[in-house]
T-cell receptor
Framework: EAGVTQSPTHLIKTRGQQVTLRCSPI?????VYWYQQALGLGLQFLLW???????NRGNFPPRFSGRQFPNYSSELNVNALELEDSALYLC??????????????FGPGTRLTVL | GQQVMQIPQYQHVQEGEDFTTYCNSS?????IQWYKQRPGGHPVFLIQ?????EVKKQKRLTFQFGEAKKNSSLHITATQTTDVGTYFC??????????FGDGTTLTVKP
């Protein structure tokens, strides 16, 4: 069974640019989570999508947004990039998100560097 | 929002020594999960605890959930070099928001 996949693996952008990151969940999983992990730090919750809807978001400005498609894949968009956006962006999926405690399966992440 | 404190931030041990990381919350938790992230890798789910006082074991790893469901611990007996990485606890709310602790990074000296 294929795991969570993310693309691209690495990305270099400059301040002010926009970026789109992509995530494909495990087949059968309807929930997708996005996290930001700055170098050497913990995971900061960004967004949760389930069944195509945004269900919750973390304490991030509106320039962080995303969506989930009918096939449950997801995109994370970041506008007006700032230097501090440099981080590893992790996507995770889990089965139907009606329970509060489904385990999350993480993808390999996208390493974003903002110059 | 929900916050979890994880200690210690770093732990350096000699191979064969034991290791413990703790996760504490000021509020009662419905559940707690533990993940391991190897250097350069992504978090991998280890275990989930739900019941008060629950203890689960996976080989050399022992996970505990406090009686008051406000704290949890992960204990590794006789560490090996393969145990290196960062161990995170995570709390999920009914709203689907996940809060991760800051992690404990374990290094093991052979």
């Amino acid at each position: 069974e294929a795991g969570v996949t993310q693309s691209p693996t690495h990305l270099i952008k400059t301040r002010g640019q926009q970026v789109t990151l992509r995530c494909s969940p495990i087949s059968g999983h309807t929930s997708v989570y996005w996290y930001q992990q700055a170098l050497g730090l913990g995971l900061q919750f960004l967004l949760w999508y389930d069944e195509g809807e945004e269900r919750n978001r973390g304490n991030f400005p509106p320039r962080f947004s995303g969506r989930q498609f009918p096939n449950y894949s997801s995109e994370l968009n970041v506008n007006a990039l700032e230097l501090e956006d440099s981080a590893l962006y992790l996507c995770a999926s889990s089965p139907r998100g009606t329970r509060s405690y489904n385990e999350q399966f993480f993808g390999p992440g996208t390493r974003l560097t903002v110059l | 929002g929900q916050q979890v404190m994880q200690i210690p931030q770093y732990q350096h041990v000699q191979e064969g020594e034991d290791f413990t990381t703790y996760c504490n919350s000021s509020t009662t938790l419905s559940n707690i999960q533990w993940y391991k992230q190897r250097p350069g890798g992504h978090p991998v789910f280890l275990i989930q605890l739900v019941k008060s006082g629950e203890v689960k074991k996976q080989k050399r790893l022992t996970f505990q959930f406090g009686e008051a469901k406000k704290n949890s611990s992960l204990h590794i007996t006789a560490t090996q070099t393969t145990d290196v990485g960062t161990y995170f606890c995570a709390v999920n709310t009914n709203a689907g928001k996940s809060t991760f602790g800051d992690g404990t990074t374990l290094t093991v000296k052979p």
